[in-house]
């Protein structure tokens, strides 16, 4: 992935202001920020040779950050903004609905949602005019067009699933969901959205919509839950599911083995983190909290997608 | 060596009309799918390949790392492929012209735009890509459906999938003594009500079912989940009872091994 943002073509569909958009970490910031926390952590983890738990010793040492050692993909201060001459030299899409609809007549695709059915034709013609599909060989370098859709599902896409149990139409989104696929198949591009899970009352359409899609990320925040008093939970803002990994062009596909990850947003940065239980190692840990760790180890997945359908955990 | 040689060696040859149904619950079971569609290439069958979710290009990596290759089987004639995704971009944004020029016949994936409650287009286009031909080369037929829960996405109800799938029952099992293999997704925990009553109801009707299940206990990196094989004997005159067998499965990148439970290598 190229790490100049300028030779990149970046279209986002969906109004927004780039005073919200996060400032790039580029090369040697990068370094800074997560070398400073990688060093932390290793310099804590030096030990000299075990003597009683000497069976560990050659256990690779357990990382927290899962990335680390490797670099992939972009990170971002969240502390700044991206600067405006960085995002006036990208060239840009948006879609905003309101202002669609008001500019142009209704039109009928089959028998769906008309907001759907508008921003598929952009898409499209997104994709034919600048040449993402083939149809005319793109003069400049070749790049991947990268989608990106807000609340997908919610009213303000003039749909009603979010509203009420037995929605109007409840194939919309799951047509409009196939099309996208299939536009995204058969053009040079990529596309992530956002589905507003916890107002879907009807929870067949979530599966229906997780079948349709490659990747199934869930984030699950702690705030009004009962798990932000939770000590296991007490260093993190929420959690993140994997639901699903796509399985492309293989029989097999590359499922990780860790299961509980939980993310948190520090002074600058957004991390995911493997979750783990802290070692319980005070004499005078009192009554009180020692039956909330407890509860908390039933809380770790002894699996993911293959979900455990009972709480069987080893007790000793 | 072949898991079917395994698993699947079955007395009754290739063409006899069957209908095999592939569930999945809790876990992936699109391996079974292209284990078939391998197999039914090998047979010598002429395949129609109905492949709603996935592109060409993904079946046909995959089906190389299994021995065989889709690209050469459609040049010579033996394998149909409908690929949906870039079928219904045909059917959303073709032109008027390119519709017209298939005079007399529907498009397969009319219906989505149509909003026909019917899905008689798919049906016929499955009948001709297997009608006999003169001088055809393949005796077999067989028929591969992946997978029926996306036609409830796009709109058509569970009445109409199963007509559509009796129709292709009487044109390929009982006209052409071909077989069908479907992919229905789903588990008994779904809150997908349309798509239980759409499995449940082609459970009943299928003369073998193959059914892949993530492990109750989670996941595990050696054993990836188990097949329940159900061999429907009491569809058969004589009324014997269904025969139950389950493996445990790994897969790997151009296998598929399978044991009895319990004795995977990894704990061996």
Not at chain 1, 57 to 86: C, I, W
Not at chain 1, 174 to 200: D, E, M, Q, W
Not at chain 1, 202 to 210: G, H, L, P, Q, S
Not at chain 1, 261 to 270: E, I, P, Q, S, V
Request: include cysteine; hydrophobic fraction near 40%.
């Amino acid at each position: 992935m190229p790490q100049n943002c300028q030779s990149q073509s970046f279209s986002k569909l969906y109004h927004m202001g780039t005073e919200e958009l996060p400032a790039p970490l580029l090369d040697d910031n990068y370094r800074n920020e997560l070398g400073e926390e990688a060093t932390a952590a290793t310099s804590e983890d030096f030990q000299d040779s075990m003597k009683i738990a000497w069976r560990y010793q050659n256990l690779p040492k357990m990382e927290v950050s899962p990335t680390t050692s490797a670099r992939f993909g972009h990170y971002y201060d969240v502390s700044q903004t991206m600067s405006s001459e960085l995002f006036q030299s990208i060239k840009c899409h948006s879609f905003f609905l309101p202002e669609e609809l008001s500019s142009q007549p209704t039109i009928k695709m089959c028998n769906m949602n008309c907001g759907y059915a508008r921003l598929l034709q952009s898409i499209q013609k997104i994709i034919y005019q600048e040449g993402f599909d083939g149809s005319h060989p793109q003069k400049k370098q070749k790049n991947i067009l990268r989608i990106g859709i807000q609340s997908l599902g919610a009213m303000l896409w003039g749909d009603d699933i979010c509203s009420t149990d037995n929605p109007e139409d409840s194939h919309s989104l799951t047509k409009f969901l196939y099309v996208l696929r299939g536009l995204l198949r058969k053009s040079l591009s990529a596309c992530l959205i956002t589905v507003p899970a916890h107002l879907i009352q009807n929870k067949a359409i979530m599966e229906r919509v997780t079948n349709l899609s490659d990747v199934v990320v869930g984030l699950e925040s702690f705030i009004g839950s009962e798990r932000e008093t939770n000590p296991l939970y007490k260093d993190y803002h929420g959690l993140i599911h994997v639901h699903q990994i796509p399985r492309l062009n293989s029989l097999i596909c590359d499922v990780s083995d860790t299961k509980d990850l939980a993310f948190r947003l520090k002074r600058k940065l957004f991390t995911i983190e493997r979750l783990h239980l802290p070692p319980d190692l005070s004499d005078t840990v009192s009554r009180s909290s020692k039956p909330n760790l407890a509860e908390s180890a039933k809380l770790l997945s002894s699996g993911c997608g293959a979900m455990a359908i009972g709480k069987k955990h080893l007790d000793f | 060596t072949r898991f079917d040689d395994q698993v699947f060696c079955s007395e009754r040859g290739v063409f006899e009309g069957t209908f095999t149904l592939l569930r999945d619950t809790r876990t992936d079971g699109s391996f079974l799918v292209h284990h078939f569609l391998s197999f039914y290439l090998r047979a010598g069958c002429k395949v129609c390949f109905v492949a709603l979710l996935q592109s060409f290009s993904h079946y046909n990596i995959v089906a190389q790392k299994l021995g065989v290759s889709l690209t050469a089987a459609k040049e010579r004639g033996q394998l149909v492929f409908l690929e949906g995704l870039g079928s219904c971009l045909d059917v959303l944004f073709g032109e008027e012209q390119q519709q017209q020029e298939q005079a007399g016949q529907p498009h397969p994936l009319r219906f989505i735009s149509d909003g026909a409650s019917d899905l008689r287009g798919l049906f016929e286009f499955v009948q001709t890509s297997l009608a006999p031909a003169a001088g055809d080369a393949w005796p077999g037929r067989a028929l591969l459906l992946d997978d029926l829960g996306v036609l409830l996405s796009l709109g058509a109800s569970p009445v109409a999938v199963l007509d559509f799938v009796h129709y292709c029952r009487v044109a390929v099992c009982s006209r052409l003594q071909g077989n069908i293999v479907a992919l229905a997704r789903g588990g008994d925990d779904s809150e997908d009500e349309e798509n239980e009553l759409l499995v449940t109801s082609l459970c009943h009707h299928s003369d073998l079912i193959l059914w892949a299940e993530g492990l109750a206990t989670g996941f595990c990196k050696d054993v990836h989940g188990q097949l329940k094989i159900i061999r429907r004997a009491s569809l058969q005159p004589g009324g014997q009872p269904d025969v139950l067998q389950i493996y445990q499965y790994k897969i790997q990148d151009k296998n598929v091994t399978f044991f009895a439970r319990g004795l995977s290598a990894a704990v061996l």
